[in-house]
């Protein structure tokens, strides 16, 4: 086995997740590195110049890690080219998106696109689910709950409820305008994005 088929494959996060990371990747203002080369030195400067820590990081051995840096090897496999892409991405301008996280939880809030199964429980009546289109804003109060629970390592099921209640908040409840005491239950998400 050689050293690119031995490493780990990238965890594998689930819709709301992946759309958090998707929302903060797409508020950077700058591209991030295209070439082997560059994003090997990029990630040896987060790592404080350490290639045996950015080889773990990557699963690969310190001797690769070094080839790349001094450009003796230039087109990864396509594992490392992945992890090298991935891990470029979620250290990328984190100024910019740590500020971007900031005006989602204090002003901005965030706005919500998704296509899931959305059943109701109000005053003791149910509606049966059906799949909807959803397409809202997320007040700042439940954006920074999200990004907290996001930060402090919260599983797809934690953040569940707190998504789905910020959607009946916002589209079904028109901010707590209509329909009081309703619960919309939340299941089966198709499809979900985020934007900050």
């Known amino acids: 086995m050689t050293q690119h088929e031995n490493q780990q494959p990238a965890a594998r996060r689930g819709k709301i997740l992946d759309a958090l990371v998707r929302a903060e990747r797409a508020t950077v203002?700058?591209?991030?590195?295209?070439?082997?080369?560059?994003?090997?030195?990029?990630?040896?400067?987060?790592?404080?110049?350490?290639?045996?820590?950015?080889?773990?990081?990557?699963?690969?051995?310190?001797?690769?890690?070094?080839?790349?840096?001094?450009?003796?090897?230039?087109?990864?496999?396509?594992k490392l080219r992945a992890a090298l892409v991935e891990e470029t991405a979620s250290e990328w301008q984190?100024?910019?998106?740590?500020?971007?996280?900031?005006?989602?939880?204090?002003?901005?809030?965030?706005?919500?696109?998704?296509?899931?199964?959305?059943?109701?429980?109000?005053?003791?009546?149910s509606d049966d689910g059906r799949q909807r289109f959803v397409s809202t804003a997320i007040s700042p109060t439940y954006a920074a709950q999200i990004l907290q629970l996001q930060e402090a390592g919260a599983t797809e099921e934690e953040l569940h409820p707190?998504?789905?209640?910020?959607?009946?908040?916002?589209?079904?409840?028109?901010?707590?305008?209509?329909?009081?005491?309703?619960?919309a239950h939340f299941t089966d998400v198709l499809s979900l994005d985020i934007q900050f």
Not at 97 to 125: K, N
Request: hydrophobic share 35%; with cysteine; proline share 3%.
């Open 94 to 125: 984190p100024q910019v998106r740590a500020q971007a996280r900031e005006r989602a939880a204090t002003s901005g809030g965030m706005w919500v696109e998704c296509t899931a199964y959305f059943g109701f429980t109000a005053s003791g009546s």
């Open 162 to 183: 707190i998504v789905a209640a910020a959607i009946t908040e916002s589209y079904f409840t028109d901010w707590g305008t209509r329909c009081e005491g309703l619960q």
């Open 29 to 78: 203002t700058r591209s991030a590195p295209k070439s082997a080369k560059a994003q090997v030195k990029f990630l040896l400067t987060r790592v404080k110049g350490s290639t045996q820590a950015l080889a773990e990081r990557l699963g690969v051995s310190r001797r690769t890690v070094e080839r790349y840096r001094a450009g003796q090897l230039t087109t990864p496999q396509s």
